[in-house]
């Protein structure tokens, strides 16, 4: 049993190989931290870990001393105002306009594998030996306001997640006006923090400050989880790196607005506070009723970044994705959006699923511009009927003659927008979300339905169904292309209205889980104007998600070494497109724009019908070879080797579980003028195994074992210098790539 508790200190241990996890009940009732980090051995008396302090200007708990002060003490879930001056996990307006609360210790109970969220997406087991789950049950004695905080730990890897549901068990409704899902007080400050920010084009890229005094965050304000920041962060000791040392990473299963936060005081303790943001947010607790927070994960490590990042892609693709897709391998498609962008006919979409068929393509996606009066993006969102003029026969007809090609079809949504210019704006104007006598802001011409409302949800829903029911549809593309402004719903009264952004995000979910539950076989991958929405709450409905809109090749690198530090290969939707790329302009070779798409989902985003003939037999060798190696890329052990942040060169590889098949992804950025000799130390490879090695499919001479190509290298002197492995040379050029295989012997 991977949960120990010790009666007569009060004392909670969750352990398993990796990681241990020490709280206690403190003499207030409250609940005390003690230790987070690596395994330690369970015994019966961990109280000496609780440290307390006399200390100027402080205020105390209890009357006769002078050293039980919650400023100072490591604590579960913080409470602000009864000795704590830092900033709280809760706090609840009460009806006399008191936010004071005190949830002292219950009760507990200990049970094998991990109970569901109801409503939420979360972290799941399929066994209950994967997992052992901890609620610890607490009380404000005052308001009776209950509180159970949720601790699972599961059997494999340094994985905990955490949760907090509150049930008004009273006679007067309070207000919920901040409700963290996570809550942790280190004893120290000595930690770099990591965040993943960006904008919209250049996502999550990884920025690194060390924690001072005051308020490390990253936020999202925007009604979603945003281009700008991520909804997960690392806090790691300065001498970390890829490999070595110890490593937190802290990710919430949410995908609405949210608050990533460390505060040092000035004692040096860190404490972390992970959950909804409570800026805009006020949940109205009713007698009898509960709500719950959103699931946050936390991943230790001491293997460094790279063992951080291989724990959650291991969590997020088997136990957070589900269903038909979840182990398979990804169809690889054709998206006509930037070949044709609005401007297409019948018989160009045909004529390009035909080129797409004779190249290997598996899978062919109309994007936007197929319903109502869509023509330009000022009219038809919200309107999900066939435009019957420019698709005679609908997309059932298109479908059906899609999949006579031997293609399946896939179709574009954007569900939770709507036009000025649809007929279901003008039958329901009050569907919007608006602040009644304001200006209603627009985003590409477009407004947020109330997806807080039922009935909008439900009309949505049937809507898609239908399409989904009466057409050969095998993959839907959910895109979501503005942020919330004006949040307020004419359907909730005044006192509810800081409830809209959860039930926005609640009412995505329902539609989602709606739709995957009645069309199980679907594949669903998740966009919202590329990485908009890129986060673990979706991964939980569709396992794939589009990375980027910029489909460019250098920046591509960026943006997929920065999400592979939480997210698995198998999620990011990746893409070759034309060049000049369409957002930054660049020519980059179409072997790097493959190589470099190879690594996630894969597929196209260009008019094949316009390469040269040489570039269409390029790209029937491409798909033949992630044909042959996808299954390896998608659900390999993902290592990054050089960033493309910091070096010259970029590289990363996947390893087969077995360690005896490798990929090697390399990445010239910019040429250089007569360059050093340089190598890459690979990783994940089995000491006393051999392999042979090729470079492009051209088999290399030497045959390295494991040792070697992990601690000497794989000699790249030959790539920088411009020769192939049989010394003939070839041309070398800015942006340039190699994929190398290892197999073996």
Known sequence: MPVFYHKTPKTFH?????????????????????????????????????????RPMSSWVFDDSNFFSLEHIKQEYGLYGTTDFRHPAVEILQKNGSRISDFVYKSHEIQSGKPVLEGLPATYTEHEDEACTLSLHLADPLTHVELVLRYTIFSQGGILTRSACFTNQGTDSVHLDRAMSLCLDL??????????????????????????????????????????????????????????????GFSLIYSGNFLAQAQVDTYDTTRVLLGIHPDGFSWKLEPGTSFQTPEAVMVYSDQGLGGMSRTFHGLYQKRLARGYWRDRERPILINNWEATYFDFTLDGLLS???????????????????????????????????????????????????EALGLKFGLWFEPEMVNHNSDLYRAHPDWILHTPGRHDSHGRFQ????????????????????????????????????????CYSAALPADRQGEVFHRYILGVYDLYERLTGAFPHVLFESCASGGGRFDPGLLYYAPQGWTSDDTDAVERLKIQYGTSFCYPVSSMGSHVSVVPNHQVFRNTPLHTRANVAYFGTFGYELDLNRLTLQEQEMVKAQIAFMKRYRRLIQFGRFYRLSSPFTDSDAAWMCVSEDSRQAIVGWYRILNSANAPYSRIRLQGLNPDLCYHISEDGKPRKETCCGDELMYLGLLTSDVSAGMWPDGHERPVCDFDSRIFILEAE
Request: hydrophobic content about 35%.
């Open 14 to 54: 969750l352990c398993n190989d990796v990681v241990s996890y020490l709280m206690t009940v403190l003499p207030n009732g409250q609940m005390g931290h003690l230790y987070f980090g690596k395994r330690i051995h369970d015994k019966e008396d961990f109280s000496y870990l609780l440290e307390l302090a006399s």
């Open 187 to 248: 004893p120290d400050a000595s930690y770099e923090w990591i965040q993943f920010s960006g904008a919209w084009a250049r996502e999550r890229h990884p920025k690194v400050r060390r924690l001072e005094q005051g308020i490390t965050a990253v936020d999202s304000l925007r009604g979603h989880s945003s281009h700008n920041h991520n909804p997960f962060f690392v806090l790691k000791r300065p001498t970390a790196d890829e490999t070595q040392g110890e490593v937190m």
């Open 352 to 402: 390009l699923a035909e080129k797409a068929r004779e190249s290997g393509v598996e899978l062919f996606v109309l994007d936007d511009g197929w319903f109502g009066q869509r023509t330009d993006e000022r009219a038809g969102l919200g309107d999900w009927t066939p435009n019957q003029r420019r698709l005679p026969g609908g997309i059932t007809e298109l479908a059906r003659r899609i």
């Open 447 to 486: 407004y947020v339905l109330d997806f807080s409302r039922p009935e909008v949800v439900e009309h949505i829903y049937r809507q898609m169904e239908k399409l989904l029911k009466e057409a050969a549809i095998s993959y839907v593309k959910w895109d979501m292309n503005r942020s919330i402004t004006e």
